[in-house]
């Protein structure tokens, strides 16, 4: 690290000044050196990668603007694994802008001209993101690889099994509330936008005695609900086609004990009715 030092005595207190920078900084490395509240995030992941880097730790002790830490990151050619199941990231490169306030909350994030690959497909998008009390949030991404790596990677329990291709150009922006401890309530000024699609999925979601396999669908997020365009698949060895909303998806999906309510059309044309009957009895 090349480092420079200023300390300055003023009215209110020292006011310090440290800077530092590096090239091809070891990124496993880099991040043991930072706060609990960036380092707490990662702990499921082992990371490896470059990085060039900036820090900027500046303001006055004991004064009204007390110092905040600044982090820029470029990184090249990183890789990033979930411990628990493998699933993997590599090339992963982009830039990141991060400040944290006195306190060590996230006070500020950008992430742009992020990529990634993974086993079966690849990833890529950004986010900006202003913390506080009203966090403003403001991102994208494009997503092509296959549903159970990607749930995988990101720790998502919501479905009890996921399989198939997925296809997602998806768009956030709006406020929360804070930045953790979040309720379905906080979403409520969240706007979410973009499409999804699956090809020959096999989901089981949580609560749910049945199966649904051999899917191919087509969704338009709206909100914190998902339209679907369309959507055939196997359910209960029966081959249905439907069209309606998925509402509250987006809370069901982050968040623990929430309920998906589904409003849609069928058709089918062959419905054993005593078989969903005595499914729908236990």
């Known amino acids: ?45 082992a990371l490896k990668g470059e990085a060039d880097v900036v820090v900027r730790y500046s303001g006055t002790i004991g004064g009204e603007l007390p110092p ?17 199941s493998g699933a993997t990231f590599t090339h992963i490169q982009g830039w990141a802008d991060l400040t944290l306030a006195a306190s060590g909350a996230l006070s500020e994030l950008t992430i742009k001209e992020f990529r990634a690959r993974s086993g079966s ?23 092509r690889m296959d549903l159970a790596e990607l749930l995988h990677f990101i720790r998502l329990d919501s479905l009890e099994q996921a399989q198939g291709q997925l296809a997602a150009d998806l768009h956030v922006a709006g406020k929360l509330p804070r930045l953790h401890d979040l309720t379905a309530k906080d979403f409520k000024d969240l706007e979410t936008s973009g499409s999804l699609t699956l090809h020959n ?10 199966s649904i396999t051999g899917m191919d669908a087509e969704l338009a997020l709206d909100g914190n609900d998902a339209r679907v365009r369309s959507l055939s ?7 249905i ?10 809370p069901y999906l982050l968040l623990d004990d929430q309920r998906l309510s589904i409003e849609a059309n069928g058709s089918a044309a062959r419905l054993d009715l005593a078989r969903w009957l005595d499914r729908t009895s236990t």
């Open 233 to 239: 698949a196997d359910l209960q060895g029966e081959r």
């Open 201 to 210: 999925a096999a989901l089981k979601l949580k609560g749910l005695n049945a």
């Open 121 to 143: 497909g690849n990833v890529s998008g950004g986010i900006q993101l202003r913390g506080g009390k009203n966090a403003h949030v403001k991102g994208s991404m494009n997503v």
């Open 68 to 84: 905040t830490l600044a982090l820029q990151l470029a990184v090249r050619d990183g890789r990033m694994k979930e411990q628990y």
């Open 1 to 45: 690290l090349t480092t420079t030092l200023a300390v300055v005595p003023e009215a209110d207190g020292i006011f310090l000044d440290l800077r530092a920078a590096s090239d091809q900084a070891d990124v496993n490395k880099l991040l043991a050196l930072l706060p609990s509240a960036v380092k707490r995030p990662l702990a499921p992941y």
């Open 241 to 250: 086609s439907l069209q309606g909303t998925l509402h509250q998806l987006v």
